[in-house]
């Protein structure tokens, strides 16, 4: 039987996949504008979150290092989101 640790990894691989399809589909398919690239960063985001604490396997660990990892990823996109929204004008 999977143990919950098999499980969650399993989900975070099928999200992971799922995302980046859905990612793909949304450059293939020509969709552009605002609210795409805001929503392919989320996407980017979610994804990066589910490697650091699945794959990664900080999810329990020491808080400090997924504060630091977590942190992070949310100053790198918003960071992206900032040139994004500064291009714009």
């Known amino acids: 039987m999977n143990t919950l640790h098999e499980r969650r990894t399993t989900i975070a691989w099928g999200l992971l996949v799922l995302g980046t399809l859905v990612t793909w589909g949304m450059g293939a398919a020509g969709l552009t504008g605002p609210w795409v ?3 392919i960063l989320a996407i980017a985001f979610v994804k990066g979150r589910l490697v650091i604490l699945d794959f990664m396997e ?3 660990a020491p808080l400090v290092w997924r504060l630091v990892l977590e942190g992070w990823l949310i ?3 918003a960071l992206i989101l900032l040139a994004y929204w500064m291009s714009l004008k």
């Open 75 to 77: 100053v790198v996109s």
């Open 37 to 39: 690239a805001v929503t």
């Open 58 to 60: 900080l999810r329990q």
